[in-house]
């Protein structure tokens, strides 16, 4: 019941929401897939043969967090993915910055292994959250 009441006060249509979720999903996997072309060898043929995969780690949790805000877009789920997206885009933008431009550490690449991760991880704990929280709002 409290839920409920306090996402109808984030009284945003679900339409302009996921259309905001779907640009603003779009422009982190544009920058994700710009890091990683900037931090490989694209001119290299057998490099990509790593780079599709490792490309599909990296923005996984971009894209999944979108296709489960689209599947049931309800304030409880939406709401929830979206703060993750913002959270973790914003989280992930500061680490790669440092990682990639300020360090010159030869471990700075295994930030493309260990974000995604934590991502992922952060992915499945919001969706546990938007889950409990529809079953509570019932």
Sequence with gaps: ???ASAFRCLDVSMTRLLSLFKIAALLVIAAL???ILHVGDPNDPSWWIWAVPFWLWIVGPTGVAYLLARRRPTATNV???AAFLLLSSIASAFIYHDAFFRSQSSTAALALIFIPLYCWIGLGLTWLLAVS?????K
């Design 133 to 137: 929280l529809r079953r509570f709002a």
């Design 33 to 35: 897939t710009a890091l």
């Design 79 to 81: 709401w929830p993915l």
């Design 1 to 3: 019941m409290i839920a």
